[in-house]
Structure formats: C-alpha cells, structure tokens
C-alpha cells in the first residue's frame, strides 16, 4: 500500500472569503501532495511499514528505522497533520452547546478567551509550526508544534489544529499572522472538533 491524497470534501472556493480558493488548491494539490510523495518515496523497500496507517507511523517514530525516521516525522508529519487540518475545516458551524464548548470555557471562562490564548500561542511560534489543542492525558491542553511535527510524536491526541506555515495564509494576507488566525476561526469546524474531542476521551 501506498500512502494517498485525500480528496477534500468540499470545493477549493468554500470557504471564501476566509480563506481564498486559490491558496485552499494549491496548498492541497502541491505542498500535501509533495508531503505523500516523500513519505511514499522514504518508505520505499520498507514493505511493513507501507501497510502501517501514517498516524500510526508517526505515533512510533522509533520504530521506524533510523535512515528513514526524519523523513518519516516530516513527511509522515505533513501527511497527517493536512489530512486532519482539512476536515477542520467548515463555514457556519457553531461550538453552541457542544461538549468540546463547555470544556475549553471551564479553561478560559469564555470563547473569546480561548480565542486570544490559542492565537497568543500560534503568533508565538517562531518560523514554520501548527498550533494546537490537544488532549493530553485526559486534559485539554493548548500546544505548538515546529515544523510538520504532530501532537501523535508525543502521545497526545489533537482535537483543533492549525497550520502556521506561510504558504497556508500569505498569498491572501501577507505577513498578517492575526488576519489569518481571525479567518481560521470563522471557518474552524466546531463540529469535527466535537468528534475528534469525544473519540479522543473514548
Ligand atoms: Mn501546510
């Protein structure tokens, strides 16, 4: 088996104008391609790892051997975090009633709060990284990752997860990380993460 491009399931202009279409096909069609195309090729002549699922992959880095684990964790890395981040997201969803909701304001008292904690970690980032939340033993937690590391490289399971990279914002915000950042959370798929929350908590 070899590892594939989701399709999305929804148009590269749906979530206009949050984020704009043409970022939405290339940032899908070339930059997560190239991260399957990598990993495809690093496990190449690696006959029980092709079978492996990525998460799982990435969840074990050591033991994947060593020639290949840094490739691995980046491109392994970049594979799932964009399969994960493209279900994120969705335009119109609400947190409303949810139980990801009544959690993250038991953190921050209120949504707005959790807004401001979550952009203040991803603006920190420094270079290229996502920002996310996780849930780490049992708790919600607030994290950043560099590179197309992944919360799964250290045992935690992500529930929102953004992608701080340039390429996902600057063709349509320049340099204007906190633009992007408001955008994401008029597109941010409440819904989804209310799944990822409750399969996490399983
Ligand atoms: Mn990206």
């Known amino acids: 088996m070899t590892h594939e491009l989701p399709e999305l399931e929804y148009e590269y202009d749906a979530l206009e104008p949050f984020f704009d279409k043409e970022t939405m096909e290339i940032h899908h069609t070339k930059h997560h391609q190239t991260y399957v195309d990598k990993l495809n090729a690093a496990l190449e002549g690696h006959e029980d790892l092709q079978t492996k699922d990525v998460d799982e992959l990435i969840k074990d880095l050591n033991s994947v051997p060593e020639e290949i684990r840094t490739a691995v964790r980046n491109h392994g890395g970049g594979h799932s975090n964009h399969s994960f981040f493209w279900k994120l997201l969705k335009k119109d969803t609400s947190a409303k009633d949810k139980e990801?909701?009544?959690?993250?304001?038991?953190?921050?008292?209120?949504?707005?709060?959790?807004e401001e904690a979550?952009?203040?970690?991803?603006?920190?980032?420094?270079?290229?990284?996502?920002?996310w939340v996780v849930l780490s033993d049992g708790k919600l937690e607030i994290i950043t990752t560099p590179n197309q590391d992944s919360p799964l490289n250290e045992g935690k399971i992500p529930i929102i997860g953004l992608d701080m990279w340039e390429h996902s914002f600057y063709k349509l915000r320049g340099p204007d990380k906190a633009a992007y950042l408001e955008a994401f959370f008029d597109v941010?798929?409440?819904?989804?993460?209310?799944?990822?929350?409750?399969?996490?908590?399983?």
């Open 118 to 131: 979550f952009s203040e970690a991803a603006l920190k980032i420094f270079g290229s990284g996502w920002a």
């Open 188 to 202: 941010l798929n409440w819904d989804q993460a209310e799944e990822n929350f409750m399969k996490a908590k399983e």
């Open 100 to 114: 990801i909701q009544k959690a993250l304001h038991e953190m921050f008292q209120s949504g707005e709060a959790f």
